[in-house]
Nanobody, 123 residues
Framework: QVQLTESGGGLVQAGESLALSCLAS????????MGWFRQAPGKEREFVAAISWSVRSTWYADSVKGRFTISRDNAKKTVSLQMNSLKPEDTAVYYCAGSNTGYSASPYGYDYWGQGTQVTVSS
């Protein structure tokens, strides 16, 4: 079993940057696809970005492409999300998630989740 802990959320102004980090515990992290999702109040949880276990493949939602960058360090068991040019519509709770079965843009494709970290972008 893998446990995930996110950190790095906070309050920033539009146009600023923020970096999120997710620390994993467990033995299977390096073989799993990892992703970031977000959920705003009253909305469904939505895909943000994902990265393959080999780091060779990354995927992004159209809404964040060119602004966000996902990375991972398998030796340190961390997944990071660098968020630049933040917009008020990026405000949400951000969740780190892991998949035992490969890439998916659906939250149902992920097997374990962190507790989430709040990101608030003011205009």
């Amino acid at each position: 079993q893998v446990q995930l802990t996110e950190s790095g959320g906070g309050l920033v102004q539009a146009g600023e940057s923020l970096a999120l980090s997710c620390l994993a515990s467990g033995r299977t992290f390096s073989s799993n696809t990892m992703g970031w999702f977000r959920q705003a109040p009253g909305k469904e949880r939505e895909f943000v970005a994902a990265i393959s276990w080999s780091v060779r493949s990354t995927w992004y939602a159209d809404s964040v492409k060119g602004r966000f960058t996902i990375s991972r360090d398998n030796a340190k068991k961390t997944v990071s999300l660098q968020m630049n040019s933040l917009k008020p519509e990026d405000t949400a709770v951000y969740y780190c998630a892991g998949s035992n079965t490969g890439y998916s843009a659906s939250p149902y494709g992920y097997d374990y989740w962190g507790q989430g970290t709040q990101v608030t972008v003011s205009s």
